[in-house]
Each structure stands twice: as C-alpha cells, then as structure tokens.
C-alpha cells in the first residue's frame, strides 16, 4: 500500500471512529478487511490496477460480496477475485477452511459426472462459478495437507478422553456405503478440550478402533486417567486392550436409550427413564447405591427381566462418581462430541454422498480443525483441573484413614 493510500485509509477510520465511536468498530474492520485484501491481490499478481509491468502475472476480476461470521459480529466484504487463478485472501482465510472442504466435496461429485442437477446447483450457490477439475485439485491439495498435518500432529497428556463414531454415505467400488468415522477429543491437563484425531472405515469393528486407539499412543497420547463412550463391543474391546486399567465411563445418555429396549411395556418407559436419571442425578457414590437399591427394589417383580440387565450393567454408568463434581456433568455421556458431530452434520448433510472416503475425511477433518483452533483459543478452560486436584488430596487422605482403621 503506497503512502498516500495508507493516509487516505487513516482518514477514512478516523472518520468512522469519530462519527460513530465504538459502535462503528465493525465499520473498521471491514474497512481494514477489504483494503488488506486488495493489497493481498496486487501482490498476488504483482503488479497494482492499471499498471503495465513485465512482472504481472495475471488481472483482477472485480469483487464477490461476502458475509463473514467474526466474534465482532456479521461483516459484508468485498473479497477480490483474479481471473482464471486460484486466489483467496489469507486474511480471511482462516475459519472458513471447512467452507473450502465442502465446496471441494460437493466440487468433486460435479467434476466425476456423479452429480445430479440439486448438486450443480449447490456447487453454483456455493462457488458462484463453474468448478473445473484443476481447480478441484488445487483446492484438495491445500486442504489435504493441512488436514494431514493437524491429523498427524504430536499429541501429550491426556488425562480425560472422549470416543464416538458417526456414520456418512460414500460411494465405495459402485456401491452408496455407510463409512464409520471414528472421533476421539481429550481434555489437557490445562482443562482444556482438544480434537485428538479421526479415522474413518467400513465398520465400528473392533479392529478399526485398536488401530484407531494405537494410532493415538504413537503420536504421545499417554497419562489417560478416565475414558466416556458407548457401550459399543468393537470400542469396548479395543478399549480394554489398548487402556485395560484406565477407568471407564459408560455413557449415561446412550445407556438411557437402551433401557428402553429391556421395559416390558411401552407405558413404563418414562417412569423408568425418570427412575435412572433419579440414580444418575445422586450427590455422590453412596447416594446413588442407595438409589440403585430403591429402584431395583419397585421394579424386581414388574420388570424382572429389566432389572437382571441394570444390576449388571448400570454400575459401569457411576464411575463418574469418582471425579470431582464439577467434572460430572460434562464426563458422564459423550454428549460433548455429540454437539460435535450435529456441527460436522451440518455440512455433510450438503454433500449427501461422497465420492469417496478421502473426500469425506477432507470435509470433516476441515471442520474438526476449526473446532480445535476454537477450543484450544478459547479463554475459559473446560475443566477447572485445580478441582481435580482438591479431589485427589481428599481421596488421598481418605485411603489413609481407610488403612488406619483396617490396621
């Protein structure tokens, strides 16, 4: 930016600062937005408006309009476009790495003749162009070694960890197939959640999990103190192979769901659903015993069949009661990576079908970096882990006493 343009984009924020004082804060940075990006432009194509230069690599193709999400609010730029190159500012690139992805998603579908007119369709809404395969593949490749980067990364310590898998529809040798993608967070020793990583395979076997789980221990995961997931037998298996002593969280949402298949009739099922979420809602371990004993004891004789099943398996829903209890509620379900996945959702469900299994990792890896960069930035922690810390001084001091009195 030459000086004089400089002193007239000083002048212009002046302005807007002294008519509409903080209020026009948004104003400003659209203001710096499109003049940052300008520049970004001319030095993408080495040459400013209107210059002859042997250097000029190519032209400017006039502006698209853009509403960008920010945590200042709703900004309408103007992002400049190049003809016939593949140009998008940095400046502005950042947070909208999942947009690309699915563009390149629904791009690939276009470009592979698997498309129909609804996807033509969404390929102009959402590019305002007719995608070409070169710009397909230059699209994928930045996309691709980004995600590759993020998902190879060097992990640490993770104290708390978090696993689920969801399902997404790929094309696989001619054939619409349903992928399992794999999902694992984890919270620091900070308190602060991280995406750990993703996989995605034919099936939730037990097979592709420990690979999955390996995977993580190769690249540092370690320290692991606490798991929450499903009871699904190729997680759960894989679990106890890879972290046979880690303490494991059955998570209560899912296993709310599947009480409803043990009830003998459809009319008990919300007084049932109450009388577990009575057990799960207990002050502490003792607390939810007793309330375990209570509600075995109404139901033995209306639901023997139901209650065979709880006695075994509910305890594996209350080792919750061994955290904090700040901690409780956010690690006795899955549910933080539920959130997640209806955020990876709503934007695959644009897609509909992937053209292939890389293209579906493309589009949710894309989306799982921005979660991460979200959480990791974020000033608050998950966690208060001076909570965790109190709890172990007192279970601590209560194993001693324990000793004292067995001695």
């Not at 709310?256 to 109450?274: C, G, L, S």
């Not at 309330?291 to 006695?311: G, N, R």
Request: aromatic letters at 8%.
């Amino acid at each position: 930016m030459t000086p004089k343009a400089e002193s007239i984009m000083a002048q212009k924020l002046m302005e807007i600062m002294m008519s509409e004082g903080t209020e026009g804060i948004k104003k400003i940075m659209e203001v710096i937005l499109n003049e940052s990006m300008k520049v970004e432009r001319d030095e993408y194509l080495k040459a400013e408006p209107y210059e002859r230069t042997e250097m000029r690599r190519g032209y400017a193709n006039g502006y698209k309009d853009k509403q960008l999400n920010t945590r200042s609010g709703k900004l309408r730029i103007l992002v400049p476009q190049v003809r016939g190159l593949p140009f998008y500012p940095k400046c502005i690139e950042k947070g909208t790495r999942s947009e690309r992805a699915l563009k390149c998603a629904v791009a690939e579908m276009y470009v592979q003749g698997v498309s129909t007119r609804r996807v033509t369709e969404i390929t102009e809404e959402l590019c305002g162009l007719e995608i070409s395969s070169s710009q397909v593949s230059q699209i994928a490749k930045v996309l691709d070694e980004e995600v590759e980067k993020f998902k190879n990364r060097t992990i640490g310590a993770m104290p708390y960890l978090i696993l689920d898998a969801r399902y997404e529809k790929v094309r696989h040798l001619g054939c619409v197939r349903d992928v399992a993608v794999l999902i694992a967070i984890g919270v620091n020793p900070e308190g602060k959640r991280e995406v750990l990583g993703f996989s995605a395979a034919l099936s939730e076997a037990e097979v592709h999990w420990r690979q999955f789980l390996e995977s993580l221990v190769q690249r540092g995961l370690h320290g692991v103190e606490f798991i929450v997931s499903d009871d699904h037998q190729g997680l759960k298996n894989a679990r106890k192979a890879m972290f046979p002593s880690v303490i494991w969280q059955r998570c209560q949402f899912h296993y709310q769901q599947n009480v409803t298949h043990h009830v003998p009739k459809v009319a008990m099922r919300k007084e049932i659903a109450a009388g577990i979420r009575t057990i799960f809602n207990a002050a502490d371990r003792d607390d939810a015993e007793a309330k375990k004993q209570k509600f075995i004891a109404q139901y033995k004789d209306k639901a023997p069949a139901l209650i065979a099943w709880v006695e075994i398996t509910i305890d594996e829903c209350l080792n919750v009661f061994s955290l904090p209890e700040s901690f409780r509620v956010k690690l006795r379900t899955s549910n933080s990576l539920e959130k997640l996945n209806r955020e990876i959702a709503r934007r695959t469900k644009i897609a509909s079908i992937f053209p292939n299994e890389k293209s579906c990792l493309r589009l949710i890896g894309a989306v799982l970096v921005e979660i991460h960069e979200d959480w990791i930035t974020r000033h608050e922690n998950y966690l208060n882990m001076n909570d965790k810390f109190e709890n172990d001084e007192l279970k601590s001091q209560n194993f001693i006493i324990y000793r004292k009195k067995v001695a």
